[in-house]
């Protein structure tokens, strides 16, 4: 089966770049079809959609994120990670990487998430 597993600093300083991978394995981000994203919810909160990846390398991203979030991928390591810049302690949050198979029904495989504090 698919499975992801965020990986990335536990602890960012506000105005840094937060910065988390995401390993696949048991299916290539390249197969056509899915799209690979990254979601969050800060505590107390509901889930947020950050943004994608596509298995030809086109992204997309929330508006509210687009200014500070890149998401890029390495296929030789079967990868993909995201980049969210000037943080600030409201980007502490769980960060999730998940497989989004344009279904109705929504993600299919998630990560276990990653906690991500934002503090100096």
């Known amino acids: 089966q698919v499975q992801l597993q965020e990986s990335g600093p536990g602890l960012v300083k506000p105005s840094q770049t937060l910065s988390l991978t995401c390993t696949v394995s048991?299916?290539?981000?390249?197969?056509?079809?899915?799209?690979w994203s990254w979601i969050r919810q800060p505590p107390g909160k509901g889930l947020e959609w950050m943004g994608g990846?596509?298995?030809?390398?086109?992204?997309s991203y929330s508006p509210s994120l687009k200014s500070r979030t890149s998401i890029s991928r390495d296929t030789s390591k079967n990868q993909f990670s995201l980049q969210l810049s000037s943080v600030t302690p409201e980007d502490t949050a769980v960060y999730y990487c998940?497989?989004?198979?344009?279904?109705?029904?929504?993600?299919?495989?998630w990560g276990q998430g990653t906690q991500v504090t934002v503090s100096s």
């Open positions: 990846i596509d298995s030809d390398g086109s992204t």
């Open positions: 998940v497989r989004d198979p344009g279904s109705y029904y929504g993600y299919d495989y």
């Open positions: 048991g299916g290539s981000i390249t197969t056509t079809y899915y799209t």
